[in-house]
Each structure stands twice: as C-alpha cells, then as structure tokens.
C-alpha cells in the first residue's frame, strides 16, 4: 500500500493502479525463429527481484495509461517514475 | 520414533505435572553447524524440515541439515490460514494434495506430538450458474479420483453452516457448494514444531539464525552453500524457501517462474464456537475458520504485485472483509485482532514445483503460493523422495521445472480454493 505518482494524473492511491510486471522484457522479433527454452524464458521465467526491481504499471482507474516505476520490493519505496519507451532514469 | 528418549505421553505428562511444567526437555537441540552434511535443507518451514524429516526416516539420511534464516515457526508456517484439503480437479493436483492429506491422518502418531488435525470438512460455496457447473465437475473428478466430494443444495449447505446467509436477495447469492469431510485444519506451528523434534530426534541438525548468502558451485556441481554462519560443504542441496525461492536462484544465476506477492490473513477477537467448519467462497474471495482459542481466521487475497513486505495492502483486507459481511452478517460487529501478511511465491500456473534442476545435486521445492500448507507432509514426502534418489515420485514427475519449457503446465488456479 503506497502512493504512486502517475507521469500523466500525480500523486495516486496504490489501489487505483494494475502491477504488470518485469519491466523492458522485449517481445522477439522473430517469434516464430524461438526454441521452446527461450518462448519458456520470455513468457515465465522471471527476475524476481528482492529490492530495486524495474516494473510495469497501468493507471487502471484512471488515465489507463502504461508507464514504467523503480521500486525497492523489500520496502515498497518508489525511486523513479518513467513514461514507456523512455530510458530508465536510474541505473 | 517410538524409541524417542524423550516419547510423549499421559505418563510424561503425569511425570512432568509433579515438577509444574518446570523440567520438560528442549524439543530440539541448537548444534553448531558442522563442516560438511550429506544434504542441506534450507528453509525451516514445514515443507523443509518435514523433507529434512523423511529424508531421515525413509531414506535412512541422518547426516543432513536444516538451515534457517529466522526461527522455527517464524516464517509461513505460522502465517497461513491452517486450511487441508485435497479437493483438486486435474489428477496430478489430486493427486499431490490427496497424498498429504493420507499423511496428515497419522501425522500426530507418526509426530509423537498433537498437530491438533481436526477434520471438521471444507465447504466451498457456489454463487452463479458458472460456479455450480464447475463445482458439479470438481465433485465427479474428485470422486473419479477416489477423494470423498459431496454436492450440498442451498437448504444443504445452510443445515450444514447455519449461519450463513442464503437468501436469494444478496448480491452474490448461494447457490449450493461442496463439502470434502475429510478436510479440516490443523494447528500450523504444531507441524513446524513436531517435524523439527521429530528430524532432530533422528539426528537431523536443525541451525536456526542462519542465513545463506551464497551456492558455491564446482562447474555444473553444488558444493555448499555460504550462510552467516559460515561456509558448509554439501554436495546435495534443496531450497525450500517459499517466498524467498528467487533470491536463492539469483545466487546460482537460475531464474524461476515465479513472483513473490504477500498475502493477508487476519483474526478476530476470540468469542464462543459459532462456526464449527471452514467456509470457502470462490467468487467473492472469502474464507473463514474458527480457531480452537475461538478466534475467526480469516484469509484475505494477494496484493497483485512483487512484494517482500510482510505486510499486505488495506484495500485488499477491506474487499475480504466486505464479502465475509455479506455471508455472515452475524459477523458485523466482530472486532478484529491481528492482520499480518506472508510472502508467497506463486508460478504462472499456479502449481508448486518439486524438481531437480539443471545445476547437479541443487533441488528447487516452491511455487505453493497461497495453498501450501495443506501439501505439507506430502510435499516433504515427496520432496524427500526426488533428493534422495534424484528423480522424483510419481506423484510430483508433473510437477517438474521443464513444463514451463514444455508447455504441460499443472493450470490449476485453485490453490486456495477462491479465485486468482
């Protein structure tokens, strides 16, 4: 539970907002060119991470919007907030 | 076990009550870590140390140990909602659930230590012509499966649960639901409590405080892990560590399927027996229980993102709360007590994984998620089994790593019986 500031609306509750995972995880581009190892590897295997993780965020009720967030998971502290497509502000 | 020094019984008892209570022994020791062990178990929870348990007992391995970050009883196993059941519908879940409901029905005897298994039935309830349907199905599989399921009408299930509200007028009306009479609870740190005296009794180490910060790895071979209580050599390791399963995979570069998510239970100020069953609701995420000391344990959902925090989001509490007033409007002026939040590791299937894994001698057993304490005899059992003669069971062969690779994924969203 905690405060997300949307890039488009600000400052929002938590529960206005859909988590959609590991951030910058690129589609292939030959999709069809993939051994079941790297489809498994795209479509489940995942980082995980316990502390600064890079996610995927939709402002489900309200400008239903998809951005990117830094967010330290053992703490639920937020460090950047980042439009899609943008680089990560931090490292 | 029944050769155990120390055996529990009306004798001991007796015995003990002439000295107040004052002189009862340590259930298990508190040994230094040696050099080397046969096998590592890290994560003492149920599952690790009932592994660590019938990797002793059945599989005559005595020089093992049972590395622990926190305390025994100090992580899931004393978070959940204490819920057993084994009313799956694929047959590999049947399966694997049944399995460790088999073993919970001797688990006390087997323990030598009152686990309190009280098989007072799980009813999960129906509320739309959907639920009926696949609630019907769920019943004939289980049956097809040799796991006692019954249909119980409206006027049924209120006989059964009578204060449950039925009437047609609420929101989510019940429509009927089933009843698995062989299911129940059991008190959940009794179980960490008993598998620990029960392994150590064997010989088992069981090394609390400590906490592993590496797997040291000889080309595609563990060799033994770093913890805080410095280096122990072994060449055969399962990690057992529920929602911190990911952080020991980053150790040896291994990613899993999985995310860690904290989910919520909260109990009530203790009042007289009202409730002498478990409730499940599917459609409306809501179930209740009441404890011995009289306390309604109730389960909330997931928060839907990664989290390590142990404690969860108010919103989610809130939305359990709502359809838990609506069942049982008896309820509404029940004080609530204590809420807390436990992180669990959950596969895009929803099915756990008890697995070898690419890396020699390193063996995964996570992905429970939200419904792994009813597993937890069997998991060990069977988690016991595949590390002891590195293949798996055949009750956990489905249950392997490489369905995400093969695609023949357990998809059974029902690990606690309500919607995900």
Redesign the interface.
């Known amino acids: 539970m905690f405060l997300i500031n949307c890039p488009y609306c600000g400052e929002r509750d938590q529960s206005e907002f859909t988590a959609g995972g590991e951030a910058h995880i690129v589609r292939p581009k030959q999709p069809t060119e993939l051994s079941d190892n790297q489809w498994a590897e795209f479509l489940f295997m995942r980082k995980n991470i316990k502390g600064v993780q890079f996610e995927r965020w939709n402002h489900t009720h309200g400008c239903r919007k998809w951005f990117n967030m830094v967010r330290d998971t053992s703490n639920d502290k937020i460090y950047a907030v980042y439009k899609m497509g943008e680089k990560p502000p931090i490292k | 076990m029944q050769n155990m020094k120390n055996k529990y019984s009306i004798f001991s008892l007796i015995k003990n009550a002439f000295s107040y209570h004052e002189n009862w022994q340590r259930a298990w020791r508190d040994p230094e870590p040696k050099k080397e062990y046969d096998a590592i178990i890290i994560g003492g929870g149920g599952h690790g140390l009932a592994t660590a348990f019938y990797l002793a007992k059945k599989h005559n391995m005595t020089n093992i140990a049972v590395v622990e970050k926190g305390w025994i009883g100090g992580g899931n196993t004393g978070r959940n909602t204490t819920i057993i059941r084994s009313n799956y519908l694929w047959d590999a879940s049947a399966g694997l659930y049944d399995h460790a409901l088999k073993i919970w029905e001797g688990l006390s005897q087997e323990l030598n230590y009152n686990v309190m298994f009280s098989q007072r039935g799980v009813m999960n309830l129906a509320h739309n012509l959907q639920d009926v349907r696949d609630l019907k199905r769920r019943t004939h599989a289980n049956r097809l499966n040799g796991i006692d399921a019954v249909w119980l009408n409206t006027e049924e299930v209120k006989k059964f649960c009578p204060i449950i509200n039925t009437s047609p007028d609420i929101r989510y009306p019940v429509l009927g639901g089933t009843l698995q009479k062989r299911a129940g609870t059991a008190r959940h740190d009794a179980v960490a409590w008993g598998y620990a005296r029960g392994a150590d009794a064997m010989g088992v180490d069981i090394i609390q405080n400590c906490e592993v910060k590496g797997i040291k790895r000889n080309g595609n071979r563990v060799e033994g892990i770093e913890t805080t209580r410095g280096f122990i050599k072994a060449k055969k390791i399962g990690v057992v560590a529920a929602g911190?399963s990911?952080?020991i995979a980053?150790m040896v570069d291994l990613?899993?399927?999985?995310?860690?998510k904290p989910l919520q239970a909260l109990v009530s100020e203790p009042v007289k027996p009202i409730i002498d069953t478990v409730v499940m609701s599917n459609a409306v995420h809501a179930y209740v229980s009441q404890s011995d000391k009289g306390e309604l344990v109730i389960g909330a959902g997931t928060d839907?993102?990664?989290?390590?925090?142990q404690?969860?989001?108010?919103?989610v509490v809130e939305g359990t709360l709502k359809a838990i007033l609506e069942l049982y409007p008896i309820f509404s002026r029940m004080k609530m007590l204590r809420q807390w939040g436990g992180i669990v590791?959950i596969c895009?299937d929803a099915s756990p994984i008890i697995s070898k894994t690419h890396i020699k001698g390193l063996y995964f057993n996570c992905g429970w998620g939200t419904g792994g304490f009813k597993a937890t005899p069997g998991s060990g059992d069977l988690f016991a089994h595949t590390i002891a003669n590195d293949e798996p069971h055949k009750l956990n062969a489905d249950f392997n790593i490489n369905r995400?690779?093969?695609?023949d994924l357990v998809d059974e969203h029902g690990a606690a019986a309500v919607a995900h």
């Open positions: 911190h990911s952080v980053n990613k899993l399927p999985l995310e860690s839907a993102y990664v989290s390590y925090t404690r969860g989001s108010h919103d590791d895009p995400f690779v093969s695609g």
